[in-house]
């Protein structure tokens, strides 16, 4: 189907994704592109029906103002122009503060101006992609590594829906996953879905490669770089595959930096294969927004708590497991998790904290257990809220609940003897201890 376009264009505006993403909540598919497309870059998209002009602060680049190409002003279609003289097209100074106002706006250009159809939409898209997806794989085979997380299980299950089992899923258990996951991932992709899937047994690998390991950079490094073996290892075995599925999102790309505003983070999960594996990509989710990707998710039927599933480092409780690794103290830290994690579903918290989990540091203090001097860790708890991770806000909780995970974890975890609650926001802390 053909999906009616409206283009971003970065002219220094800080609020691209925020346009876009409304542009799309009023069901017109929007895309952001840099504010010099070419004419063979614009070609390459179909169906354009609109262009913003989305200027802004840095708009100022190399002491030059930048303007949009004439590539772009020769498309003849409708243009909004942001905050600043456009060559053509309709202009405004600057967006609207309050929400409706701009959805005002932006229903007026998108529906009066430019006549767009409302098209986009989740069963849409998963359609689309489907359609994609076959074109692009033909009968070959696609492989993909599946962490459980939310991208790459949407990923799984729209690749699923496509080419059925020409897709072949690696499920890398690292040790450092939370109580009870390897375990859904098996359930849910190989026994519901019927998912050609491969579960790798790491664990031990993981835990040898990090013993002694305190740095928590060093730590990093080594489980990318041992997860990019074992995924490597196991390729290597299967014949015939020349896809490679990859849970890439939108944010992602616009993160890697746009040409008015630096990259904001480089990926720090994802290494690269070796150049010999070499594979073409399928980045199915690539154009979507997280909750866009959650969308598409629950309507493949995946459950909830893997759609909706709090954000989880890559390196896993590996980085909560501060110090050098220990498998004791990395099952103190699985065991805390999955108390706090029960205990918050049971006082409806579930789904309204951004993210909350328990850290065990390598320190160890004396405490009293069957009237003995005990010493064992502390457990900290730590529970936040925030829109772009960037900055956060404490989590305020119920004493209640502080005093029944107090008892939880000192009486079912065991070698910790105390929970402290960490109430620091960010900054100065950051969210994650390590
Ligand atoms: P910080 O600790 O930097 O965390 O305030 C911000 C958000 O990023 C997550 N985080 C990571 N995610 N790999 C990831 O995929 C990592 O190495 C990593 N470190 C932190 C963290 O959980 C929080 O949501």
């Known amino acids: 189907m053909q999906q009616d376009v409206i283009l971003v264009l970065d002219l220094g505006s800080e609020e691209n994704p925020k346009i876009a993403r409304e542009i799309r909540a009023l069901g017109v598919y929007s895309e952001i592109h ?65 929400d409706a106002a701009r959805a005002a ?7 009066d101006k430019c006549g767009c159809g409302k098209t986009w939409n989740t ?34 299950a729209l690749l699923i829906k496509a080419i059925g089992d020409r897709l072949t899923c690696v499920h890398v258990n690292h040790g450092l996953l939370r109580k009870g996951e390897p ?30 390991v305190a740095d928590p950079e060093k730590k990093r490094k080594i489980i990318g770089a041992e997860f990019i073996r074992v995924f490597e290892e196991e ?27 630096k990259a904001v983070k480089s990926h720090h999960n994802v290494g690269g294969l070796p150049e010999d594996l070499q594979f073409e990509l399928v980045e199915p989710l690539k154009m979507l927004f997280k909750d866009e990707v959650r969308a598409v998710g629950a309507a493949l039927g995946l459950p909830d708590s893997m759609v909706y599933r709090q954000p989880f480092p890559g390196p896993g409780l590996g980085v909560r497991c501060v110090g ?74 119920d004493w209640s609940l502080i005093h029944t995970l107090t008892e939880r974890i000192t009486h079912e975890v065991p070698g910790v003897n105390r929970v402290l609650i960490d109430v ?10 390590e």
């Not at 998209?45 to 100022?60: D, Q």
């Not at 706006?105 to 998108?110: D, H, K, T, W």
Request: contains cysteine.
């Open 34 to 98: 840099p504010h010099d497309l070419t004419a063979a870059e614009l070609g390459a998209i179909p169906n354009i029906r609109g262009v913003i002009l989305n200027g802004g602060k840095n708009r100022i680049v190399d002491g030059v103002a930048i303007d949009a190409s004439e590539a772009v002003y020769a498309l003849n279609v409708p243009m909004l122009a942001v905050d600043h003289d456009a060559k053509s097209g309709e202009k405004i100074s600057a967006w609207p503060e309050d």
């Open 105 to 111: 706006v932006l229903s007026a250009f998108l529906f």
């Open 123 to 156: 069963q849409n898209f998963i359609d689309d992609q489907i359609e994609r997806i076959r074109r692009q794989v033909g009968d070959g085979k696609v492989l993909l590594a599946l962490s459980g997380g939310v991208d790459s299980s949407v990923v799984a």
């Open 183 to 212: 375990e859904q991932v098996v359930r849910v992709f190989r026994d519901e879905l019927g998912a050609n899937l491969i579960y790798v047994d790491a664990v031990d690998r993981f835990l040898d490669k990090l013993a002694g």
């Open 235 to 261: 390729a290597r075995k299967l014949e015939g595959i020349s896809f490679l599925g990859q849970g890439t999102i939108y944010p992602d790309i616009i993160e890697s930096g746009t040409k008015t505003v």
């Open 324 to 397: 050098a690794i220990t498998r004791d103290r990395l099952e103190a830290v699985r065991e805390s998790d999955a108390i706090l994690r029960e205990e918050f579903a049971k006082h409806g918290l579930e789904g309204k904290v951004w993210q909350y989990f328990t850290i065990v540091p390598d320190i160890k203090s004396v405490g009293v257990r069957d009237n003995k001097r005990a010493d064992e860790w502390p457990c900290v708890i730590r529970a936040v809220n925030t829109v772009d991770a960037m900055t956060a806000t404490v989590e305020e909780l």
């Open 424 to 433: 620091t926001p960010k900054p100065t802390g950051t969210i994650e201890w």
